[in-house]
């Protein structure tokens, strides 16, 4: 903000709107009273300005590069750079928030919320303890005696770490409320469905079938594949790929081992190959016991031969992350 540079003649028709300033030799108050006072003005050039004045006086902001005071014309209130691109700040002091109207009334329409460290910027003050502020997309008014302007409001903004988050619309507080409910309903949606696939998972029943002897290797094997497709779903999800592993070997319509099952063309991703690094460094405990449980013979999936992710909302029965159909 520059303020070097002359007012044109005083003419209360070139002034659009009354602006409360506060800084440095100026001290931004709000006055009903429009007063005549003598400024004793010694400027030796249009850069500077200094005089005094006798205590408080009304100011009016002209535009961003002159000051109008009191129906006195002056070039410049003598203020360092930093200390005059506060001049029309504005945030408030309310511990939480203050209402933003649309009118300058306390009956006014609520246009938003001027939050605690929020800045917005003055455009103009009324008569009557209001500013009119614009801070984003938010316009309207705010009482004075909520806020903080000039020196006040760049000491407060220091304090309070200001981050450059500006004030809120009723419509987008209704957005982000919005946002917010639907955000913790997606959240409750999803912890409902692992409570049912947990109660799912602890209401398989095991029935048994008969035992296949099974070379280390086969057990290596079976223990990768399990932790691969179902390391995340505790022991029983782990123990339910098993269990369809070896319903697979029992059937006719698959090969009749193991290796033969998990290699099949088509049926798990990367089949034999894809296993090396488990296999590698050795299969999970939890899925070693799966894999020895599941060739003794035990059938948590009722003889049911395939499984998909529950994620694709494939029919059957949910256990651990998978489904069994």
Known sequence: ?????????????KIPTKRLVQAGAVTLVFSA??????????????????????????????????????????????LDSESAGWILSLMTNAEDFAYVRTTPSDDGEIAGKLRKGDMARV?????????QIT???????????????GQSCKDYAQAVGYNGSTGITVAEEEAAIAAFNAAIEEAARQEAAKKAAASASSSVTSTQ?????????????????????AGGSGYQGMLAVASVVMNRVRSSSYPD????????????????????????????????RAAEA???????????????????G??????????FF
Do not use: C, H
């Not at 494939?314 to 489904?323: A, F, K, L, R």
């Open 1 to 13: 903000m520059n303020f070097n540079k002359k007012v044109a003649k005083n003419s209360k028709d």
């Open 33 to 78: 009273m429009v007063a005549t006072v003598a400024i004793n003005s010694n400027a030796s050039s249009d850069k500077e300005f200094s005089g005094t004045t006798a205590g408080v006086f009304n100011s009016l902001y002209y535009d961003d590069a002159t000051l109008q005071v009191s129906g006195t014309n002056v070039t410049s209130v003598g």
């Open 123 to 131: 455009e103009s003050l009324t008569n009557n303890g209001w500013y």
């Open 135 to 149: 801070s984003g997309n938010l316009t309207g008014y705010i009482k004075a005696d909520v806020s903080l302007t």
């Open 209 to 229: 079938k008969s035992s296949y002897s099974a070379a280390a290797d086969e057990v290596t094997l079976l223990a990768a594949i399990v932790e691969k497709e």
């Open 257 to 288: 081992t193991v290796e033969g099952v998990i290699g099949q063309k088509g049926q798990f991703t990367g089949g034999i190959s894809g296993l090396s690094n488990i296999i590698s460094r050795g299969p999970s405990s939890a899925a070693i």
């Open 294 to 312: 599941a060739l003794a013979g035990e059938d948590i999936v009722d003889g049911k031969v395939s499984f998909r992710s529950s994620s694709t």
């Open 314 to 323: 494939y029919s059957g029965t949910v256990i651990g992350d998978n489904v």
